[in-house]
Antibody, heavy 124, light 107 residues
Framework: QVQLVESGGGVVQPGRSLRLSCTAS????????MHWVRQAPGKGLEWVAV????????YYTDSVKGRFTTSRDNSKSTLFLEMKSLRVEDTALYYC?????????????????WGKGTPVTVSS | DIQMTQSPSSLSASVGDRVTITCRAS??????LNWYQQKPGKAPKLLIY???KVQSGVPSRFSGRGSGTDFTLTINTLQPEDFAIYFC?????????FGGGTKVDMK
């Protein structure tokens, strides 16, 4: 059974850093692109970042460029989101989600399986 | 960036009703459009991809149509478990964006 489990969320002061993890199981993690999507309390969904199967291709939404970095360790079936210079507006539930198909180049840019999310609160 | 506009933002319906939700893209996205369902406290669930393809395991009462800029999600014969929030999302290019959501609640 395909499963994604996020961890690493918490309460952090503005300007500080946090590292989220997403551990995958039930599928060949090293063959799939992965996304981060966030949802502020009571709000809609916001795409954050995507990384391809081998970690060599990444894209970010403008509001996190230069502050957030996504990476992956395929040997451990784990996805990461390193978040620096956190802002109050980064407060959200952070989901990891997988691309639907294996693809050698590019992305399908949608998500067929999601984790349950890990909460991040940025507050002084 | 491509903006996605959903309407209505909320609607009230009864079990057995037919419900249609609209999503409009700010530019032509061909059929690069996906629909998700989200229930309270749960992660989103993929319902429809590529505008009209039903994800495996999703009941056949869910259907999607459209291309270019205008898309619809239809739920035929609404069931109690269908009361939820529905989001569209374009997969044309980055940055990916979602519609604001449509809450379907019980009349």
């Amino acid at each position: 059974q395909v499963q994604l489990v996020e961890s690493g969320g918490g309460v952090v002061q503005p300007g500080r850093s946090l590292r989220l993890s997403c551990t995958a199981s039930g599928f060949n993690f090293s063959s799939f692109g992965m996304h981060w999507v966030r949802q502020a309390p009571g709000k809609g969904l916001e795409w954050v970042a995507v990384i391809n199967f081998d970690g060599n291709d990444k894209y970010y939404t403008d509001s996190v460029k230069g502050r957030f970095t996504t990476s992956r360790d395929n040997s451990k079936s784990t996805l990461f989101l390193e978040m620096k210079s956190l802002r109050v507006e980064d407060t959200a539930l952070y989901y990891c989600a997988k691309e639907p198909w294996m693809i050698p180049l590019g992305f399908y840019y949608y998500m067929d399986v999601w984790g349950k999310g890990t909460p991040v609160t940025v507050s002084s | 960036d491509i903006q996605m506009t959903q309407s209505p933002s909320s609607l009230s319906a009864s079990v057995g009703d037919r419900v249609t939700i609209t999503c409009r893209a700010s530019q032509n996205i061909d059929t690069y459009l996906n629909w998700y369902q989200q229930k309270p406290g749960k992660a989103p669930k993929l319902l429809i991809y590529a505008a009209s393809k039903v994800q495996s395991g999703v009941p056949s009462r869910f259907s999607g149509r459209g291309s270019g800029t205008d898309f619809t999600l239809t739920i035929n014969t609404l069931q109690p478990e269908d009361f939820a929030i529905y989001f569209c999302q374009h997969s044309h290019s980055v940055p990916l964006t979602f519609g604001g959501g449509t809450k379907v609640d019980m009349k």
